[in-house]
Every structure is written in C-alpha cells, then in structure tokens.
C-alpha cells in the first residue's frame, strides 16, 4: 500500500496547492478568506510531507508529518472559530480553549514521542489518543458552526461542513482503531490522502456560495453539469463493472459471454442517457436547482441570446432564431412566432419542430387584448387549471386544440404588441417561477427589438422599391413627352415641306428613330432594368446622330469643330444619347426660328472631352440656374415635367463627369458636358477616369 499513500497523498498535495493559488488569486483581504487560505496551504504542506513520508520513510520525515498534522488541525480550527464568532458569544472563550488545548496536546505528544521513540508504547498511545480527541473536537465544532446558522444562510456551509465532517468522521474511525488496537492501521493511513482530496470540491463550493468571506469565486454552470455527468458515469461504469464480475465469477461456463453481454448492454444505455435531450435537461434543472443560488446564470444567458438573435443566417431566419432563443431559456423543443400584419391581423410568420399552417388570430380578439393591456407570460397549463388566474382571458380554439402548446409570450416594442410566440412542453418538468417569469419578459423584449427592426428595414426596401419604380415612370414619361414632342414638330414642318425628298427622308428616319426609342421603353419598363448594359460609345457619332434627327427643326442645330476620329467615352448609349438630345432640345425650343444653336466638341485632355451645346435663345438668370434648374419637378414649361435636367446631370455624374450651365438673360445659353475619355492603345482600351465636378 506504501505505491497507494504515494499517489494519495501527492493528489492532495496538489489539490490543495491548485485550490489555495485559486484562493490566493481571488482573495480581496478579508480576515475569513484569509484564514481559509492559510488552512489549505497548511494542508497542502502536510500532505507533501505525507508523500515523502511515504516514498522514503524514516524517523524525522514521519514526525514533520505530525507536526504538520497537528498544525492543519489547527488551522481548520481557527476557520471554523472566524465562522462561529458571531454565535458563540459567552462559550467564544470556552470553545477556543478547547482547541488550543488539544492541539498542544498533540504537539506535546508528538515532541515525547520523538524523545522517547517509537517503540514506546505507552507515549504512542498518548499521541494517538491525542490524535482521536482532534477528530472529536472537529466533528463538535463542525457540528455547532452548521446548527447556529440560521436556516437560510445553511445553504452556503452545508458543503463545507459535509466536506468537514466526513474528513473528521474518517480521522475519527482511523484514530479508534489504531487506539484500540496499539496499531496504526497502515491500509487506513494510504487511504487518507484520497479523502482529503475528495472533499476539496465541497470546501470551495461553499466559497462559492459566501462572497462574504471575501473570495471572487464562482462556478461555471456547464463545468459542474459536464463534471458531474462524468461522474456519473464513473459511477455506471464502476457498478457495471463490479456486476460484470460477479457475473462471469458465477456464471459457470457462460460467464464471459453474460459479462460482455451486460456490458454492450450498458454501453447502450449509457450512449442513450448522454444523446437524450430529455435527460441532459433533467439533470440540468436538478444542479441548477440544487447547486446554486439563481436558476440561471444571466452573464451567460444574455451573450447567448443576443447571439442567437443577433446570427441569423440562411439556415434560420430572424423569426425561427427568435423562436429557438426563447426555447433554450425553458428547455422547450419548438415552438410558434406569430407577428403583427399591417391590416392588424397577427399571421402566423415563423414555426420551429411544429406543424402549423396558415393560423391568424384577428386583431381585437380576447388573447389580442389582453396580451396588449398586460405583459403577461401565460401559463397555458395554469390556464387549464386556474383560468380564472387570467382574468376573464379567453383563448381562441385553435389554441385549445394545440396540445403540446405550453407558454405564450407576448413580443412587445415601443409601439406595442407587435407579436407573440407559443412554445412546446420541455422535454423534461421545468417549473415556471418568478425567476422564469421575469426573465422571459426581458428577453421578448429584446426579441421584440429585432423583429421590430426587421419589419422596419422591409417596410423601407419596400418604399425604395416603389421609389424606384416611380422614379423610372417619370423619366420614362419624360421620354414619351419628347418623342411627342418631336412628332408634333414633324407634322407641324409636313404642312410647308411635305413634298420635299430630303424632309421625307428626314421624316422617315425620325419615326424609326421614335418607334426604336419606344420600343426600348417597353422593354425597360417590362424587365425593370436598364436594357442597355454600359459599353464603349463613340460620342462623335452619338452627337452626329442626335442632330440629324432634329434637323428639321427651325433653327436646326448646326455641328461645329467635331473631331475626324472616333472619341470614346463609357456609359450606357440609349440613355446618353437621351440626355444629350434632352440639352439640344431644350436649346432648340428656347430659341427663336433665326436664331442659332450649335454643338462642337473639345479635347481638354487624353482623359477628358467637352461636349458645347450653344444657343441664342431667351436665357437664364444665375439665381434660376443655381436655386431651380436642376431641381426635380422645377420648371417653367407649361407642358414640363422638370426632371430632364435633373436626369442629365444625374447620369452624367454617374459617369464619372459634370454639366456645367452658363447663361445670360435675352442673349443665350452656355451648357457644357464633361465626360472622362477612353483611350486605345495598341488594340486595348483603358478604362476612363474622373471628371472634377462642380458645384
């Protein structure tokens, strides 16, 4: 047994050092804290000694050990008088006494023995008999700290005096038998290390539970449920074990095959227990309810909520991780999220492990109302007992007739009730307190937070939409206004040059031109999307072409100083060649038949072009051209929409250039276009650069 004490006593060795560096690493000074700290260390150093005691015994090492024995006694004798101060009051003086003595009795007892050797009976018995009234005085003063407490402050001592008693009670039986018997019991004396070790849990449980003795400790909720269903397990495993002997022991000549048979059997059943839901949360509530002070541990709780709310990824929309966050609180399967619709109605959005479909619960409704007058969790199982708890409630069948249905939350934000989720019975009994209660009507509320959100950001998407779209009706109609307009001028020309070939070539091109521009219109308004997609345009020819058209106009746009080679700009052509045309009709209908209007074209730069559209019409003031010409639905036509400007300068800054307007009333108008260029070089096309635009 000497191999057993070895690993005994060097395990409470470093128990108590692990347990008194985490002691010494959360103690804020208090004398208490302190004086458990110095009893665990003293333990540690004890039961070191022990260990070289027993790895190479000799006179001297054995009664270090003693010593330091009778000094942890001592020490865990000081703890529990710090504990019983406040109790004991007149017997403080007795009780202290008491221990004094007895410890120096057992120093006094192992300093004779020292003396006198350990052949001398008479001195061992006296060290022993020392050893046994310890063990007594421990299990008196454990038993006094746990009855003086009041009852509601046992909760906190009852391991560390459980701990406590079970190392004196174990003192107690070794110390008798040795007594009785003039000999130490060496089997007894290797076990004792162990025991120590074991009760090292209990002791800072309790230190746990009494922040008063000054200690920052706390447990983690899923390491004592972790720890504890491993030692579960061990537990099954061991009984599995010694039963798996017996039976091959007596099982004759089936005994290995009854043994291997029982312990495939218990491997299954142990698989099973640890792969249940239901179990895993059986033992879950029963350490919560049992270990500490709170049925949750809220830091934890939270982080995990908003995670879950916070997470929501294709696999669960935000209303199903509404749902699961709320079952995780209660241990429940699954559950229901009806939310609020704009009509009022509350439509059934989000189901989790249930099987629901189409269930609306109208507004106005007895659950409605009284779910918007009080933010009650309801008990549905309550209700069927105690309906009158609920005052007046009354459910609608759909929720009578949902038998797994177990709580109802309501989801309340700023603006009321917004919702409400219906969840499943747990998968064990779960018991619906205040705790319960008032953490499921924080937690809706954060819940209510998010889906209000979210019904929010739809409620702009789908704004933006009809913004979008309306915003493509008016440029649309805009465009329909001018291929009118430009019909119109063309009928208008018919009367005087109807029999002239160049104005009906001129004439026949226009209607192509129109049809092919209305055609384009239909398409874009059919596949809401530009049909275009951006490409390289040779602006010369898109400028070219954009007069052409209007030649039959008085006063037709004459082209001035054009390049002879192609220039290249990026953007989408059906849409360049309408704002561009949009500026050169503007100039036409602002200028009088023997007036002029010109276009020409400059390179700035191998980056930049300049597009001049030049007229000698009526002109514009600095103010109209600053505070209203590029102002949405601003104009001062009385057939204008006022979003044709806006438009050119809108895309043309989408290009990467700018519109510049320059203007003087009764002489005429000014309007540049700068757009960055596109270059070839030796067969590629560098892509365009920017344009400084403009205030």
């Avoid at 060290?127 to 906190?156: D, F, K």
């Avoid at 004792?192 to 074991?198: Q, S, T």
């Avoid at 706390?218 to 074990?241: D, I, K, N, W």
Wanted: with cysteine.
């Amino acid at each position: 047994m000497a191999e057993f004490a070895i690993w005994g006593y060097g395990l409470a060795a470093i128990a108590y050092l692990c347990f008194g560096g985490y002691f010494y690493a959360a103690w804020k000074g208090a004398s208490t804290g302190g004086a458990l700290l110095v009893a665990v260390l003293v333990s540690c150093a004890w039961a070191a000694v022990s260990c070289w005691a027993a790895l190479a015994p000799g006179e001297h090492i054995v009664i270090a050990a003693q010593v330091l024995d009778a000094i942890r006694n001592g020490a865990w004798y000081l703890f529990i008088l710090m504990l019983l101060r406040p109790l004991t009051r007149g017997m403080g003086g007795w009780v202290t006494g008491a221990a004094v003595l007895v410890c120096s009795a057992q120093l006094v007892s192992i300093g004779v023995l020292a003396i006198e050797g350990f052949a001398d009976e008479p001195t061992q018995k006296i060290s022993i008999a020392a050893t046994l009234v310890a063990a007594v005085l421990g299990l008196v003063l454990v038993e006094q700290l746990y009855r003086g407490m009041p009852a509601e402050s046992r909760w906190g001592l009852k391991p560390l005096c459980l701990g406590l008693a079970a190392v004196y009670m174990f003192e107690l039986y070794v110390s008798s038998d040795a007594f009785l018997f003039g000999r130490t019991d060496g089997d007894m004396w290797s076990v004792r290390g162990v025991a120590h070790a074991l009760v090292l849990p209990l002791i800072a449980l309790s230190g746990a539970r009494n922040p008063s003795w000054s200690l920052r400790m706390s447990l983690s909720r899923e390491a004592v449920f972790h720890s504890t269903a491993l030692a579960v397990a061990g537990l099954y495993l061991l009984t599995v074990a010694s039963a798996g002997y017996y039976v091959r022991y007596f099982g004759g000549e089936w005994g290995r095959a009854l043994q291997a048979t029982l312990l495939f059997g218990a491997l299954v059943l142990l698989a099973v227990f640890f792969f249940s839901g239901s179990q895993r949360a059986r033992l879950r509530v029963f350490l919560n309810k049992h270990l500490f002070p709170y049925r949750y541990d809220y830091r934890n709780e939270w982080l995990r909520f908003t995670q879950a709310l916070s997470s929501a990824d294709g696999k669960l929309d935000l209303g199903q991780s509404v749902i699961q966050a709320l079952c995780h609180l209660v241990e429940s399967p699954g559950g229901c999220l009806w939310l609020r619709a704009q009509d009022g109605r509350y439509v059934l959005h989000a189901v989790l492990n249930q099987r629901l479909e189409g269930i609306v619960e109208p507004d106005g409704s007895s659950l409605v109302r009284f779910l918007e007058s009080k933010e009650w969790v309801i008990n549905l199982e309550e209700y069927r007992i105690s309906p009158g708890v609920y005052q007046g409630l009354v459910l609608p069948d759909w929720l009578v007739q949902f038998p797994q249905a177990w709580l109802l939350i309501p989801l309340r934000s700023g603006s009321g009730l917004i919702g409400f989720v219906v969840l499943s019975a747990p998968r064990a009994r779960f018991d619906i307190d205040w705790e319960v209660l008032d953490l499921l009507k924080t937690a809706q509320r954060q819940a209510a937070s998010y889906l209000a959100r979210m019904q929010s950001a739809e409620a702009l998407i789908e704004a933006r939409k009809f913004e979008s779209f309306n915003r493509m009706s008016a440029f649309v109609v805009h465009d329909l206004k001018n291929l009118v307009a430009q019909l119109s001028l063309m009928m208008k020309n018919a009367e005087r040059h109807r029999h002239n070939p160049a104005f009906q070539d001129d004439m026949l091109e226009t209607v192509a031109h129109v049809e092919a521009r209305m055609r384009s219109l239909m398409a874009q308004l059919q596949e809401k999307r530009s049909v275009d997609p951006p490409r390289f345009t040779d602006l010369v020819a898109l400028v070219e072409r954009v007069c052409r058209i209007r030649r039959s106009h008085r006063p037709a746009p004459l082209v001035e100083a054009m390049p002879e080679h192609e220039v290249l700009v990026s953007g989408h052509p059906e849409r360049l060649e309408r704002v561009i045309g949009h500026i050169v009709q503007n100039a036409l209908e602002a200028t009088p038949e023997d007036g002029k209007v010109s276009v020409c074209m400059q390179l700035e730069s191998q980056r930049c072009v300049r597009l001049l559209i030049r007229d000698t019409g009526k002109g514009m003031s600095d103010a109209f051209i600053r505070e209203r010409l590029a102002r949405p639905f601003e104009t001062t036509k009385a057939s204008g929409m006022g979003i044709g400007v806006y438009e050119t300068r809108q895309y043309i800054r989408e290009l990467g250039g700018d519109v510049v307007f320059e203007s003087e009333v009764g002489v005429g108008t000014l309007v540049t276009i700068e757009l960055p260029r596109v270059l070839r070089t030796d067969g590629a096309v560098e892509e365009p650069g920017v344009v400084a635009q403009h205030g």
